[in-house]
Structures are given as C-alpha cells and as structure tokens.
C-alpha cells in the first residue's frame, strides 16, 4: 500500500469580510418606511389607534348584538336563496365559456410566437394588461351603469375579467411551446391561423381546459358577490340583507357561498388533476 | 421500363388501423353546449337588452373617457393611494402570519396529519372573497380602510399559506439532513434548511399578491372599506360619468405602474440578487485553489 | 467506540437493509465500509447517528444509547458525530463560511444561530477548518460557485467544525472525478491521523477502500461478511462480497496525482 504524503499545509491568508452590500438594508428601510407611510395616522390609515379601540375599549352593546346574529345564520330562510343561486351559477358558466373562447384569441395575439407581426403583438398584449389591471367588480360597476342591473352586467363583466386572467395564462404557456412543429407547418406554407391551430393549440389544450377551470373557479367566487353592486345573483340578496342590518341572513348567505365556491373547488382542482396526467 | 409497384395488400394480412376514437372531444362540446344553454336560459338573459348593450357601452364609455373630468384628479389620487396603503398594510399582515403556517401546511415539515389539518383551515379562509370579509368584519371595526386591510390581509393568508407551502414542499432535502446531522433544532432546521431555499419564491408570491390586492382594494370601497371604490360608486349611481372615467383611469394607471415595479423587483428576486445571501454575492476566484 | 448489537434496519415495505450485525469500532480507526448498493453501507452508516433508526438491536456511540436516546440526547450524540454526504448537502444560497459554521449549531445559543451572529472565536475556528482542508481563500463565497471537489471539502470543514470524535462519510466521492476524489479521500486520512478522530468512510470503488481504510468491513444483503485489513482483501474477498466476479466500475482505476500506479 503506497503512503499517502500530505502537501504541506498552505499559507493562504484569510480572506477579509467583505464588506455587506447596501441592498439588504436599502430594501428594509423602503418596505419599513412604506409601511409607516400606509399605517400611520397622518399619511395613512391610522391601524393602531382604531385596532386598540376595538381591542382595548371593547365592542358596543349593539354590534355585540350584531356579531352575535352573525353567529346565527337565518337557515330557515335557505329556500328563498335557491333561484338566486341558480342565477350566479349561469352567469359563471355563461362568463367562463365566453370569456375563455375570447381569451383563446387575445392569447394568441399577446405571444411573439403566434401574434405574426410587431403590431399586433404590441396592441394586444397592451390590451390585454389594461383589461388585467381592471379588478371585476369595477367591471361590474361599469357595466351596470352603462346598462343596467341585471345578470347581463354580471356577466358581460365577467367575460372581460376573465380575458384578462385566462389570456396572460394561456400567452404565457404559448410562449413555452415546442417550436419545431411550428417550422413544420411554416415549411408547408401555413397560415397564421392555421399555424396556430395545427402547430400550437394541441400543444397548449391541456393547460388552457386547466386554465378555463380555474377561470371558472374565480368566476364562481365573483359572481357571488357582484349582486353587491347590482349585477346579478346572490350578491343582491346579501346586499338587501346588509342594508337591512339582517346579519343573521348576512350570514346565512355568507355560509351558502362558502359551501358553493368550497364545492367548486374540489371539483375543479379534481378535474385538473385528471387534465395535467 | 417498367415500373412494377407493390400491392396494397400484404401478405401478412394486416390491416390499415382504424381512426381512434377521440372521445374527449365530442363529450367535452356536449358539455359545454348543455351548459351554455342552461345557463343562457336560467339568467334570463334579454336578448333584445343584449342587442342593445354594444350601443349603450359605447355611449357610456364616450361619456366617461372622451373626455375624462382632469380636474377629479386632485380627489381621485389620494383616494387611489389610501387604497393602495390598504393593498400594502393587507399584504404585509398576511406575509407576516401565512409564513409559519406555510411551514405547518407543508408535508416536509409537519408531516401529513399536521399539513393536511392546516391546509383545509388555509382553504377554508380563502373561501372568502374579500367583499364578504369585508361586511363581516365592518360590523367590529366600523367603516373605513382599517377594515378593508384586515379583509385583505385575512384573505391573502389562505393563498399565500397554499402556494409559500408548496414553495417549501418542492425543496432539496440534502441540507435540512445536514441541520440534523450536526445536531441542530426545528428552528434551526427551518432557518438554515428550509428558508434559504424557499425564501425567493415565497417573496415572489408576496409581491404578486400586492398586485392582486391593489386590484381588490380598489372595489372594496363599493361596501365601505375606503380608498377609491366610493367614489367610483357614488359617481356613477349619480350619473357623473366624467369623474368616474378620470377615477377609473387613475385606477388603472397606478395598478399598470405598481405591476411594473413589482414585476421587476420579482425577477430580481428570483435572479438570486444580493441580499438574498447572508453575506453579499463576492468576490470570485481569489488566485488558484490548491488543486488544479 | 462504536459499537453495534444485533442491529437490525427494516424498512417498511419489506426490506432488510441490516441484519443482525454486531461490531465495534475503537477509536482513532480509518474504516472503510465496502459492498453492492444496497447492501445495507448507508444504512450502518446513518444508523450511528440515527438518521436511520434500528428497527432491532442496539447502537452506541461513545457509551451513549442511540438507539434509546430522546430527541435532545440524539442531538448531543449528533454533535460529536461529524457528516460528509454524497451529494455534499451545502446552503448554497449562502457562504462557504457560514456552511461551517452549521458545525456550531448545536453549541450556539439559537437566537445567535438564527441572526447568524456567530460568536468570533467560532468563526475563527471555522476558519481554522477550512485551514485545514486548503479552501479558506473562498471562505465569502457562495456555496453554489464552488466546484464539486471543493463543496465536498466545505462539507469536510462543517463536520470539523463540530469538533467531532467521529466523521462518518456516506459515498463522499462518488460524485467526484478521479483527482478530486484522491484529494477528499487523503483529507478525511489526514484528519484521522493528525487530530484521532473516527473516520468510517462508505465506498465503492475497491482500489481506494483498500488504498486508504486500515480496516475494511464488507456487507452484502445487510450482513456483515468481511472484517480485517486491506491486506487481507484481495480480489477473491471482494468477488465474496460482491457475489459476482469484479466489474471495471468497482475501481476508480486511477492512482493519486504525483503517485504511480
């Protein structure tokens, strides 16, 4: 067995501490000083003084009176919720099927992959961040001015919420594609949507039924409430309820969409699993 | 010469295949149709009031866009930002308390009767839209943003505790064996195993949800949680078209820029900058190690 | 002093990883554990530190029960055992440093573990151990911009850092190229030699077990078949353990930089 000879021991100095990079603490001071900013009395919500008083000073008898009704939801008038709940169930299916199908085509023009042209990749994907940024129930609110209440709203409002989330999603995906079946149909003298259909779409299918789903999911828990400002659905009857001060059927209600939007859940999220095997 | 061809037929009696049947796709529109024509029938959808909608949405956003009321500005800013101080305080909560439980919900850390109990309690609070949390939680704390932040942040907890458990259940589980190797505790095991893997995606998902709650704390006010949800509802229940189209401009600018700023920080985040080590990103190689 | 009595490691499912082994282990000895994946080395391994509980039997480090010590006792004993891994189980997102000084984790209060403020002389001594193992120039950099050889050798300062009596060492250089692997292999030897710590070292390359263990124990289906010198190893002794003849990957094949073959 040879002998294992050691190297001599090296001298390598110690290398000094370097010294820590401002960012660490930078980036502490912004988040600390916006928080400040958000919290405090002056420039923001005040959290603290209105925290402590509910905290330290106790409720008064009358929302004591309210919480407690709170804590007994009005079953008894379940029946009456039925219609209405029919009612914000079709408007998330009918917002989902239309939303995704318009979602598909604003997907494919906000990828460099299948938008064929600058422009209009440009112009759709700028679309595509401004409909984003517009949260649903603003949608709703619009929507309602501008015709009506009514389930319609709900659902116009929808669609356009949902373009915003499916689209981003499904662009997304797109821009991850396998290309070389794209150069294939190229070199048979595609066109732009027939590139798309042959090349990418069976690509992307699985996600975007997965996408749909969750798009159908969200929609479940928005159509619940954007009754609230009229649109349609349960979200009517909460609001009557609410300005009623009938916190128990408040609640009732509150607990019938924890059940439907819980239900929904599951389904979907079985459903999906089943779409990414 | 002649060209002798090959029959069709082979000798070894194979048959062309048949065509598969995608049975996917024909059920797959059933069901869809089937629903579209339940549910077109159940919200009672007038179709003559349909018809009309392209029209009147047209008019409507004329009204509110062309042009906007500029001089709203001066009220629809500071309305915007008290909404946006709701989006931050509402985040920074649910930062703050969904991180333990993120690690109580991940199977790698508490095993799966503990993970699974803390992920229903995480489904069940995410359940809730904010707007619901929101007339829930004005009956304590009374009107304004401190009610909106506390929906918020009570929200956000459910989704931020899901996803930052699933950022902790994909680790690599080679230095959480290295903690117990040398004899270190859980909190040791979290902070030096869990969190130097898991802390870039979770802040990730921090700052995507800001963004998510910039947009629902814009709504909130509809029920009177404050920041510029009021104003939207008051000007258009009173006609006001103008205002509302300068509030709802301000909306969507300020979203659009946070998104921006947020979307950058996060791909740097994720980059792996400095300050996500201990000690800053060094000095490369000092001279030649001691074997070639 | 380690020592094994009729440890026995059933995994559920079935599988008898260990299987009746009774050994000791002085102190001060460079053993090699030798045998087919699966034979069981990484389990004898893991079981004196009880990341792999007994399922039968009992292991004792130092005259300490681990088989029957509480979560705070296995912790203690885990301290004074030292770990190199295969895959070398580095932070990477941290310093080389600050990976050593996981060695101290056990022994510093936690709220400085947490802040990681370690106490100075704790971090002298961290540099000490990377002294030792001729890596301490990358002592501020990141774990991840290591090389493989050199992560292995932070490893090997980490277990230092514990001021162990035992370094246990699963398959360390698996994962490493012929050179490097001569170098961990001549470092963990060193340490034994120069400081008397345990070394017991799982491998599977026969050239090198018998190049740098005084002592080979071979396992084969969880049953201890072999014990004694590298001397007494020859290619008969391994085919016995192995059960079949020796195949070209059983042996690194090359000797160490400045040696000949």
């Given at each position: 067995m040879t002998t294992v000879e050691a190297p001599p021991r090296s001298r390598t100095a110690r290398p000094p501490k370097p010294r820590p990079g401002p960012t660490r603490y930078v980036a502490a001071a912004v988040i600390a000083a916006i928080t400040y900013w958000a919290a405090s009395e002056t420039t923001g919500i005040g959290l603290v003084p209105q925290l402590s008083e509910v905290f330290v000073d106790g409720l008064s008898e009358r929302t004591g009176q309210i919480v407690s009704d709170i804590f007994?939801?009005?079953?008894?008038?379940?029946?009456?919720?039925g219609g209405p709940f029919l009612e914000t169930l079709s408007m998330a299916v009918l917002g989902t099927l239309m939303g995704c199908f318009l979602a598909l085509l604003v997907a494919f023009g906000s990828s460099l992959v299948t938008a064929g042209g600058l422009k209009r990749y440009r112009f759709t994907k700028g679309l595509m961040s401004l409909l984003r940024s517009v949260p649903d129930v603003l949608w709703a609110l619009l929507f309602v001015a501008a015709i009506?209440?009514?389930?319609l709203s709900g659902v116009l409002a929808l669609v356009l919420f949902n373009i915003g989330v499916v689209a981003k999603l499904l662009s997304e995906t797109i821009d991850a594609v396998d290309t070389k079946a794209l150069e294939a149909a190229d070199a048979a003298g595609a066109g732009l949507v027939q590139r798309a259909r042959v090349a990418v779409f069976p690509q992307v299918l699985p996600n975007y039924l997965s996408f749909s789903l969750y798009a159908f999911e969200l929609n479940v828990r928005a159509s619940a409430i954007l009754g609230i400002v009229g649109?349609?659905?349960i979200g009517v009857l909460l609001n009557l309820a609410r300005n009623q001060f009938r916190y128990d059927r408040v609640s009732l209600i509150v607990v019938e969409i924890f059940v439907f939007v819980f239900l929904t859940e599951l389904v979907s999220i079985a459903l999906r699993r089943r779409l990414v095997r | 010469m002649t060209v002798t061809t090959t029959p069709a037929t082979r000798s070894t009696g194979e048959r062309r295949p048949t065509k598969p049947r995608f049975v996917l796709g024909p059920v797959l529109l059933g069901v869809v149709v089937v629903a579209a024509a339940w549910a077109w029938g159940t919200a009672e959808i007038d179709l003559a009031r349909l018809l009309r909608a392209p029209e009147r949405l047209v008019r409507t956003f004329g009204l509110m866009f062309?042009?906007?009321?500029?001089?709203?500005f001066p009220r629809s800013f500071p309305a915007m930002m008290e909404s946006v101080q709701m989006a931050w305080l509402g985040t920074v909560l649910a930062a703050v308390l969904s991180l333990p439980l993120s690690l109580l919900a991940a199977v790698n850390v508490s095993g799966r009767f503990g993970s699974g109990a803390t992920r229903q309690v995480l489904n069940a609070i995410r359940a809730f839209p904010e707007l619901v949390l929101v007339i829930l939680i004005v009956t304590i704390f009374g009107l304004g943003p401190v009610t909106g932040t506390l929906a918020l942040g009570l929200h956000s907890i459910g989704t931020l505790g899901k996803l930052s458990s699933e950022s902790v259940e994909a680790i690599d589980k080679g230095p959480l064996e290295a903690v117990d190797a040398v004899g270190g505790t859980w909190l040791q095991k979290m902070r030096w195993g869990v969190l130097p893997q898991a802390m870039p995606e979770i802040m990730a998902f921090w700052l995507y949800r800001f963004e998510v709650n910039i947009r629902a704390s814009a709504v909130l006010g509809v029920v009177?949680?404050?920041?510029?949800g009021a104003l939207l509802v008051d000007y258009l229940n009173y006609k006001e078209f103008a205002r509302a189209g300068m509030a709802f401009i301000v909306v969507v600018g300020v979203t659009l820029v946070v998104d921006t700023i947020s979307s950058a920080v996060r791909r740097r985040i994720i980059a792996g900058a400095?300050?996500?080590?201990?000690?800053?990103d060094e000095v490369e190689d000092v001279g030649t190690d001691a074997l070639a | 002093m380690i020592t094994f009595s009729d440890a026995s490691v059933t995994y559920?499912?079935?599988?008898?990883?260990?299987?009746h082994v009774d050994l000791e282990i002085g102190d001060g000895q460079m053993i090699v554990i030798v045998g087919l994946?699966?034979?069981?080395k990484s389990t004898l391994v893991r079981a004196i530190n009880g990341l792999v509980p007994l399922t039968g039997g009992e292991v004792t480090v130092d005259g300490r029960s681990v088989t029957k010590s509480s979560a705070k006792e296995m912790r203690a004993i885990r301290s004074d055992v030292g770990m190199i891994f295969q895959g070398f189980?580095?932070?990477?997102?941290?310093s080389v440093i600050n990976n050593v000084l996981m060695g101290r984790l056990y022994e510093t209060p936690t709220w400085r573990t947490l802040l990681g403020r370690y106490p100075a002389e704790d971090v002298n001594f961290a540099m000490e151990c990377l002294e030792r193992v001729e890596i301490?120039?990358?002592?501020?950099?990141?774990?991840?911009?290591?090389?493989g050889g050199q992560q292995q050798r932070v490893g090997i300062a980490r277990a230092l850092a514990q001021r162990p009596t035992i370094i246990l060492a699963d398959e360390?250089?698996?994962?490493?190229?012929p050179p490097t692997s001569h170098v961990v292999m001549r470092d963990l030897k060193r340490i034994n030699r120069e400081l008397g710590i345990t070394v017991i070292v799982n491998l599977h390359f026969l050239d090198l077990a018998r190049q740098y263990g005084d002592r080979l124990i071979g396992l084969r289906d969880g049953e201890l078949v072999f014990d004694g010198t590298g001397d007494e190893a020859d290619e008969e002794v391994f085919e016995s353990i192995y059960g079949r003849s020796l195949t070209a990957?059983?042996?690194?094949g090359e000797p160490a930089p400045g040696e000949v073959a």
């Open positions: 007994n939801p009005a079953f008894e008038d379940a029946p009456a919720t009506g209440t009514g389930a649109a349609g659905g | 062309l042009p906007p009321d500029l001089a709203e009177g949680a404050g920041g510029i400095p300050g996500r080590t201990d000690e800053p | 559920p499912g079935g599988v008898k990883a260990l299987q994946s699966g034979a069981g189980n580095l932070v990477n997102r941290t301490v120039e990358k002592a501020w950099v990141r774990a991840s911009n290591l090389s360390p250089v698996a994962s490493l190229d990957d059983d042996v690194l």
